[in-house]
């Protein structure tokens, strides 16, 4: 049995799931919570291992270039200052020089014009990029799988999106965390 979260201003809904399907659903009032936003930042092991792994195969195939010895002089790293890109960037010299390396970033600027150009660019800032994402949400195809997921759940009438939405978002972090099994969350769309 699993229990979700739903976000829905000050009640969080909360709905059981055993195999053979939904079981109940029930509503209390509690504080607003986004459970989308706690694990966005949280590097997970199996991204921690791709990546150091993607490092050791770029080793492999360019030995010549990608020494296993470090020297700044020849390597220069960067990431942005959040948690997820500097977990990765630890993950990637890993796999590159080895666990005990004690390779430091080149400093984070102020203003990032190399990794973080759209915070800088009016025309970028100005232009609303979620207005597709929004078309997309009144479709008719995004109409018809709300309900057919809220359908396949047993509910007598269609979910709202966020809770579609969250319901991915559990599947995909889920998943990620556990990848030697399918999280029940993905079983809710045909994906």
Not at 104 to 115: A, R, T, V
Not at 147 to 161: M, P, T, V
Not at 164 to 182: K, N, P
């Amino acid at each position: 049995m699993l229990t979700l979260l739903t976000p829905k201003g000050p009640t969080v809904r909360y709905v059981k799931f055993l195999e053979t399907g939904l079981v109940s659903v029930e509503t209390k009032r509690l504080p607003q919570l986004d459970i989308t936003n706690l694990f966005l930042y949280v590097p997970t092991y199996l991204g921690y291992e791709d990546l150091k792994g993607t490092a050791k195969t770029y080793q492999r195939y360019y030995g010549d270039i990608l020494t296993k010895n470090y020297n700044n002089s020849y390597y220069k790293f960067r990431h942005t200052n959040t948690q997820r890109t500097t977990e990765s960037f630890k993950a990637f010299v890993e796999g590159l020089f080895g666990q005990n390396n004690n390779i430091q970033p080149e400093p984070i600027p102020e203003q990032d014009l190399l990794l973080r150009p759209y915070d800088y660019c009016e025309s970028w800032r100005a232009h609303d990029y979620s207005s597709e994402s929004n078309k997309f949400k009144h479709s008719a195809i995004w109409n018809k799988t709300i309900a057919d997921i809220s359908k396949r759940l047993g509910f007598q009438y269609s979910l709202e999106s966020i809770d579609v939405e969250l319901m991915w978002d559990m599947c995909r972090y889920e998943q990620a965390w556990h990848v030697d099994r399918t999280s029940v969350w993905c079983s809710v769309s045909k994906i």
